[in-house]
């Protein structure tokens, strides 16, 4: 199996629901989020890729046009608006697009992450 992957970064806010009132993230707050794409083929393309990076793009404008300093409750149309939540959110966005995609990974700060894999 050969994979792929590439990393896309974004600064949005939110505010997760059903939260005690003392939790900070039951707040609107915000994070400098980083979006990683995994891609996996048995088969390689004729010029021997899984996926050419360029196409690619399609999700980094995804993520500046729809995603980047926005607040993420209202662009999702979701009160829970976790980094699982987004993540299978774009794994959706993506899949529609590449048949290829096997998991999307959410970073919120350096030292968590979530990651949506069917």
């Not at 899984?50 to 662009?75: F, G, M, P, Q």
């Not at 608006?81 to 774009?90: D, F, N, R, Y």
Request: hydrophobic content about 40%; glycine content about 4%; charged content about 25%.
């Amino acid at each position: 199996m050969y994979t792929i992957a590439k990393r896309f970064a974004f600064s949005a806010s939110h505010v997760i629901g059903g939260l005690p009132a003392e939790h900070p993230c039951s707040r609107l707050h915000g994070h400098n989020y980083e979006v990683e794409i995994v891609l996996q083929s048995a088969e390689l393309d004729p010029v021997g890729f899984v996926r050419d990076y360029r196409e690619l793009s399609e999700l980094k404008a995804l993520i500046d046009n729809t995603l980047d300093h926005r607040h993420l409750n209202e662009v999702l149309g979701h009160d829970r608006t976790t980094s699982e939540v987004i993540a299978k959110w774009i794994y959706d966005w993506c899949r529609a697009r590449w048949p290829e995609v096997a998991a999307i990974r959410i970073s919120e700060t350096p030292k968590t992450w979530a990651e949506y894999r069917p």
